[in-house]
């Protein structure tokens, strides 16, 4: 009887484990007119992303552990690069990967788009998470010069686009 007792127990205790009701990134742009690039922050949950790291590349992941920080590195560049496309002004642009960070149950990606003279229309594809969740929802926010516009995506449609006047 035990042993019943003690499944029973495994079951109810995996049945109450908290889950994010709410499956959603956040890609945050803003426009530097200064510097003459558009400076991009996506922010995840890191136990999902963890997770969607370790099934896509098939190895173990975490991305808290500093003695790990230069394999996650890797994996998060690889990542991002296949699951965010960028067209700015109607034209293919790539996003150089600058690192990511730990924010309380957050992970911080910051990746940057250089030689950017002006900002008309920004489209985006952004397929962050979907192989995992298929209520994943993806919010963009784009500022320019004071001006911020957003839009949203939910799975499966990965397209997302602001414009400016």
Known sequence: MSAIYSKLLLVVLWLATPVHPLHVSTTEINFNSKGK????????????????LAKTFKTKTD?????????????VKKYLAANLKYQLNGKPVTANY??????HEATNVYLEIENVSSLQRLSLTNSIM????????????????????????????????????
Request: hydrophobic share 40%.
């Open 63 to 75: 991305l808290m552990k500093p003695e790990m920080h230069k394999e996650m590195d890797a994996l």
């Open 98 to 103: 600058l690192g990511f960070e730990i924010d």
């Open 37 to 52: 690039s558009l400076e991009i922050s996506c922010r995840i949950f890191t136990d999902d992303f963890e997770n969607i």
């Open 130 to 165: 979907y192989d995992l969740f298929d209520d994943q929802m993806n919010i963009l926010h784009v500022e320019k010069m004071g001006i911020r516009k957003s839009a949203r995506t939910e799975y499966p449609s990965t397209s997302l686009s602001v414009t400016f006047n």
